[in-house]
């Protein structure tokens, strides 16, 4: 039996904080405008800053673009679940790669979850509810 996520209750704990990860100018937006009701939001535009924005805040999963010019998501990937310090935080690729290479690869890099764009609403906002449920338990 599947149980229906809500996502517009507001959880009695402190909300989810999300960093995104890609150098998509518009899917930062869209992606921000759409989970900021519900999750706080970190932006970054490239993997270098990713890292960084990591280090700087307490985020619970991170959504994570594959190709970026200057650090790719699979370097991003490794480097975090490399660090004893971040290497329990949830990460769900979202790219626009449609090769089963790519899934693979980052699903046994330790990434939690691969979406391909174009997304949906509903089953995005499935995912990152079922990964901020289970990181916090």
């Known amino acids: 039996m599947r149980k229906e996520v809500d996502m517009t209750a507001t959880p009695s704990f ?5 960093l995104i990860i890609d150098d998509s100018p518009l899917e930062l937006r869209v992606l921000s405008k759409m989970l900021s009701p519900t999750y706080n939001i970190v932006l970054a535009n490239n993997g ?11 985020v619970d999963l991170i959504l994570l673009d594959l190709y970026m010019p200057d650090i790719s ?5 490794k480097e975090l679940k490399s660090s004893v310090f971040v290497s329990h935080i949830p990460i769900i690729i979202f790219t626009s790669s449609d090769l089963i290479e ?10 939690s979850d691969f979406i ?13 509810a079922c990964a901020c449920s289970s990181y916090r338990k």
């Open 73 to 77: 998501g699979f370097e991003v990937l």
């Open 116 to 128: 391909r764009k174009p997304w949906s609403k509903r089953s995005c906002g499935c995912a990152l």
């Open 102 to 111: 790519d899934e693979v690869k980052g699903l046994s890099l330790g990434a």
């Open 48 to 58: 270098k800053t990713g890292l960084e924005m990591v280090a700087k805040h307490d």
């Open 14 to 18: 402190k909300r989810a904080s999300i």
